[in-house]
Each structure stands twice: as structure tokens, then as C-alpha cells.
């Protein structure tokens, strides 16, 4: 029994319990949807007030559309309204020439008649010249006419006789007078500036306490800028500028890249300097490289081979008797392509020819050959057509000449370099006894550079170390000193320095 009330019991808890989970649930439930028609009653007011608000400022907006959709329309008809008055003030003064033109016209045909009437009184008065004419001379206007005619035609024959002889005349002079005009016309054309390079450039600085740490202790900083660029480095009392001195202008040009390079970076140190100098001229020959083939791209010149354009950008580090041998060549070439066109020959040929004439005097070999033959040695080593490598070839008069642009790249180059100004011979006479004097030095055993400085009063000698001892740098000294007496022509003196110099160098690692 007691089991049984305690299941009944259990029974009736149990139910009890579901019974009140329910109405727990059920009122939970019931504040869930009161809260969510609440939330929804207050997103329902926010959204129609802010429809409202849209609706407010939309309605604004097509007020003030409209405003200015009024304004644009009073406008076009205020614009409307004064064309049509414009217009009417037309026609009424196009009414007012109409009549001018009406009476003018009356007057015209007035005029018209008026002379009709005089041409037939004219010709009137001519029937009877002509009859009184045919009485008093015996013979009728046909026979006047025919006499007339063939009096014409005789003296026609005369005339034309001696303005034929005078035709041949000036047709013998007309061809020299042509050929000179073209020359002119040509040259009038394809005129520029010349420049003349000098030996020596200026490197300006801040101030002057960057001298002494270019010089270096004891000036070794200086010596080793000298013996890497073989260039002379004076640094004198001018205020803010070192001159840099030499007659090779691709020297020059490194020894300045190299030295604005040292005192930007501030390290100047015979280790660093010789580092510089050697990127400085890779990049240079990169320079040099670019220049060409800008060059061949600016005269329109096409498939050259890489060592001949690097040639080319070379030519503006030389000069020739004072001119520069890129502009030179440049200016032969538009020479020659517009000479060439005037004569009927093949233009472009004739300027490659023109831009390739002195291809031989930037050559980078030894050669005892003229200019002109090296050239054509060297253009024809790399490619070029056989009439090209005729006109570089015979522009001096070397070889004989084969095709007519061999006489166009003659006379343009003399063209060029005959105008006043355009040369000076006592620069080219300068230059080539300061590459004389090192080529001499070069021939002896043991020498590694030679550099002409001081205009030439020094030859400055390096010589290797595991070579040469220093008795024997004393011998080759003497003995380039002797050559030189014996073998040139200079004025003044030359002193012949002799440089030996060991270096021991290791790497730890």
C-alpha cells in the first residue's frame, strides 16, 4: 500500500509539474510577442517618419528642379526673344540693299544699252576705215593680212634663231649655276652651331675645405685620382673650382664623374677612388653605348651593329682640329641625305655613309692606316655595303671612287668643316703630340699607362712592379726622356716621371 501512495503521488507530482511548466512557457511566450510588437509598433513609426522625411526633402528638391527648370526656360525665351529681333532688323536691311540693288541694276542695263549702241557705231566707223584703206593702198584687207602674216612670221624666225643661241648659252651656265645652288640650298639647310672643345673643365665645389681632403695627406688622395684617371688635378687658390686637365675628353669626363661622385658620397680614400673610377667608366662606356643608338634613332639610320654604334656615341668624346666629331658627323650626314635627295640618289645610304665617315679616328686599335681606311676597315669588319664602305674609304682621296655617293660624303665633309670657325688646327696639332707623347712611352717593356698632364710639360709613367725594379724605372725613365728629345717636336720641356708602386693586398675571411 504504501508503494501504491507513493506512485500515485509521484504520478500527481509529476503532472503537477508538467501543468506548471506549461503556464510557465506559455507566459513566457506571451511577454516574448508583446515586447516583439512593441519593437515592431516603434521600427513601423521610424520608418513612416522617415518616408515622410524623404518625402519632404524629394518634394523640396523638385521645387527647386522646377525653379531652375523656370529659370533655363525664361532664359531660352529671353534668347528666343532677341534672335527674333535681331532677325527682324535683318530683313528690314536686307529690304533696304534689296532696293539699292534694284535701282543699281537699272542703271546697269541702262549703261549696257548705251554702249551696244556705240559698238555698232564703232564698227560702223571701222567698215569705212577699212574701205578707205583698201582704195588709198590698192589691195584688199585679205592681201594686207596675208602680207601682214608672213612679215610676222619671218621676223618670228629671226627672233627664235637668236634666242635659241642664247638658250645654249645659258644652259652651258645653268649646269654650273645648279650644282651651286644645291650646294648652297644644302648647306643653308642642314646649317648648325659648332663648338669648340677645349682641353680643360672646371669642377666647381661648396667651399674650399673639400680641397684639402682631395689632396689627402701627403696628397696621396690626389695621386691616386691622377694615376686612375690619368688626369691632371690642379688645385690652385681659385675660389670653389678645381680644373681638371687633359686632352682626352673621355678622361676628362671620368675624372669629373668620379670626383662629383667622392665628394657627394664624402669618402675620398685612394681604396674608395679607385672603386669609383671603375664604375664610373663602365657606366660612361653604358653612356657612350645609349648615346649611339640614340643618335642612329634620331637620323632614322637602322640595323648597325652594336660596336659601330658604341663608335658613334664615342664621337662626341673627340674632336677633330676643334670640332666635335659627333656634330660633325652628325651634320655630314643630314648633309649628304639632303644633297643625295637633290641629285636623285639613294638618301638614306648617304647619310649612314656620312654618319660612318670618320668612324676610324674613335677606332680603339693601333693602326698606322689613314682615318679613311681604317674606317673602312672597321665598317666593313662589321657588315656594311660595299658602296658605304667606298665613300668612308675615298672621302680623302685614299682609294678611288666607285658610286656617286662617294663624292656627296667628299663634299659635305668639306662642307662642314670649311665654314669659318667651324676648325682649329692649332687644337688638333695639340692634341695629337699629347697622344703622341704617350704612345711613345707605351712602347717600352714594362709600362702599363702613360699620361700626358700640364699641357703636355709632364709625361707621367706607371710601370708594374713585379716587372720592373727600380733601377731599371730609373733606365726608363732616361730612356723615354732621350726618345722624346730625338723623336719630337715641342716646345719648351718635358719631364718624364717614372711611377713604381707595390701594393700587398690580402683577404681575410
Do not use: W
Amino acid at each position: 500500500m504504501e508503494f501504491l501512495y507513493a506512485g500515485i503521488a509521484l504520478v500527481a507530482g509529476i503532472v503537477v509539474g508538467a501543468l506548471g511548466f506549461k503556464f510557465g512557457l506559455k507566459s513566457k511566450a506571451d511577454g516574448i510577442l508583446k515586447e516583439a510588437k512593441l519593437k515592431g509598433d516603434a521600427i513601423k513609426e521610424k520608418k513612416i517618419s522617415q518616408a515622410k522625411q524623404k518625402f519632404f526633402e524629394l518634394k523640396e528638391k523638385q521645387k527647386s528642379e522646377r525653379k531652375d527648370l523656370d529659370r533655363k526656360l525664361k532664359d531660352r525665351e529671353d534668347r528666343i526673344r532677341n534672335t527674333e529681333k535681331n532677325l527682324n532688323k535683318q530683313i528690314s536691311s536686307n529690304k533696304e540693299l534689296e532696293k539699292k540693288l534694284n535701282k543699281e541694276k537699272q542703271n546697269l542695263s541702262q549703261r549696257i544699252d548705251a554702249i551696244d549702241n556705240k559698238v555698232k557705231e564703232t564698227e560702223k566707223d571701222r567698215l569705212k576705215a577699212i574701205e578707205l584703206l583698201e582704195k588709198i593702198s590698192g589691195m584688199s584687207a585679205e592681201e594686207a593680212k596675208q602680207n601682214m602674216v608672213e612679215q610676222t612670221l619671218q621676223d618670228a624666225k629671226i627672233a627664235a634663231a637668236a634666242q635659241a643661241s642664247e638658250i645654249i648659252e645659258e644652259a652651258k651656265l645653268k649646269a654650273s649655276t645648279d650644282a651651286k645652288k644645291i650646294v648652297i640650298q644644302t648647306i643653308q639647310r642642314v646649317a648648325t652651331e659648332h663648338s669648340v672643345e677645349n682641353s680643360v673643365s672646371v669642377f666647381n665645389i661648396k667651399n674650399d675645405d673639400i680641397k684639402g681632403r682631395i689632396i689627402g695627406r701627403e696628397g696621396r688622395n690626389i695621386r691616386a685620382l691622377e694615376a686612375a684617371t690619368g688626369v691632371e688635378f690642379i688645385v690652385d687658390d681659385t675660389p670653389e673650382a678645381i680644373m681638371l686637365s687633359c686632352f682626352d675628353p673621355v678622361r676628362r669626363e671620368v675624372a669629373r664623374l668620379s670626383l662629383h661622385q667622392l665628394v657627394t658620397d664624402g669618402r675620398i680614400h685612394p681604396a674608395r677612388i679607385e672603386e669609383v673610377v671603375a664604375k664610373v667608366i663602365k657606366k660612361l662606356e653604358e653612356e657612350i653605348m645609349e648615346l649611339g643608338k640614340r643618335t642612329c634613332i634620331d637620323l632614322g639610320i637602322h640595323n648597325m651593329k652594336s660596336e659601330l654604334i658604341r663608335m658613334v656615341g664615342r664621337m662626341k668624346y673627340r674632336s677633330s682640329y676643334g670640332q666635335n666629331l659627333l656634330q660633325h658627323s652628325r651634320e655630314v650626314a643630314n648633309l649628304c641625305a639632303t644633297m643625295a635627295a637633290e641629285v636623285g640618289v639613294d638618301a638614306k645610304a648617304a647619310k649612314r655613309a656620312g654618319l660612318l665617315h670618320d668612324i676610324g679616328k674613335v677606332s680603339d686599335e693601333e693602326s698606322e692606316l689613314p682615318h679613311a681606311l681604317l674606317g673602312m676597315k672597321l665598317a666593313e669588319r662589321y657588315g656594311e655595303r660595299p658602296d658605304i664602305l667606298n665613300a668612308i674609304g675615298a672621302h680623302h682621296d685614299e682609294i678611288e671612287m666607285t658610286n656617286l655617293i662617294s663624292p656627296i660624303v667628299q663634299v659635305c665633309d668639306a662642307i662642314s668643316g670649311a665654314r669659318p670657325g667651324a676648325r682649329r688646327e692649332m687644337i688638333e696639332a695639340y692634341i695629337q703630340r699629347l697622344r703622341d707623347l704617350e704612345n711613345l712611352a707605351l712602347e717600352f717593356n714594362g709600362v702599363t699607362k702613360a699620361y700626358a698632364i700640364q699641357a703636355g710639360r709632364e709625361l707621367r709613367v706607371l710601370v708594374e712592379s713585379e716587372r720592373v725594379s727600380d733601377i731599371e724605372a730609373d733606365q726608363i725613365s732616361l730612356d723615354i726622356s732621350t726618345k722624346i728629345m730625338n723623336e719630337m717636336t715641342y716646345p719648351g720641356q718635358v719631364r718624364v716621371t717614372v711611377i713604381r708602386e707595390k701594393r700587398a693586398v690580402n683577404i681575410a675571411r
